[in-house]
């Protein structure tokens, strides 16, 4: 992956008002999240607010694209983009872990996952980050969605949990810094639900699903 940059901040108030919006949403379900610690609760309660949160990324997102199009030189500025998309892959764990210099985190994660995204088509999804040692949250995560053509999209991404094994359920959160072909210079937040099934410590991969939704401006 290139040098990663700094995401592209909105330019006209109705824009900047939806994305301040977004984000306080996100907020929001964290708080939720953060609130609830029985079991029953986790895999019920939490999966429906993920679910909830999602729906208003794509609401959000389309008032997004609205506001886009109401500035003056708008020819000349990315267009946010509603993105939604479901991936499948796996999660290794590298013998040469680099994650032994992060604080609170030892171990390293690859992922890899294909599946179809909003304005990629057929996509690969290569990620790294390192987990804290009760994976309750995940740190230092680079990603790259690589579409059907070749072009990528560059994200950095953290995570929590919100759902325990068997079957984990992370909250991700996606910041999209740049990118290849028509995502050079692309921005953007883009939410996911990814369930990982936990397989035992002396397994050599753990299945993943990802669902995704947010918004691309390029």
Known sequence: MAKLHAPTQARYPSTLYASNRLAKVILHCRTLFNRVTDVKEVTVMKHNAIKYLLAL??????AMVI???????????PKPRPIIGSLSGEATFPENDECTDVTGAWWQ?????????????????????CST????????????????????????????????PPVMVFLTEYIVVGG????EGASGTI????????????????????????????
């Open 57 to 62: 990324v794509m609401v959000l997102s389309s």
């Open 67 to 77: 506001a886009a199009g109401k500035g003056p030189d708008k020819a000349y500025n």
């Open 109 to 129: 994660t690859h992922t890899t996952a294909v599946g179809e995204m909003d304005h990629l088509g057929l996509t690969e999804h290569h990620g790294t980050h």
């Open 133 to 164: 040692l009760d994976g309750a949250s995940l740190v230092g995560g680079e990603a790259s969605f690589v579409a059907a053509n070749g072009d990528e999209v560059w994200t950095t991404y953290h995570a929590q949990i919100i759902a325990p």
């Open 180 to 183: 290849t072909g028509r995502f």
């Open 191 to 218: 939410m996911a639900l990814v369930y990982v099934t936990y397989l035992g410590m002396d397994a050599p991969a753990f299945p993943v699903t990802m669902d995704f939704a947010g918004t691309i401006s390029y």
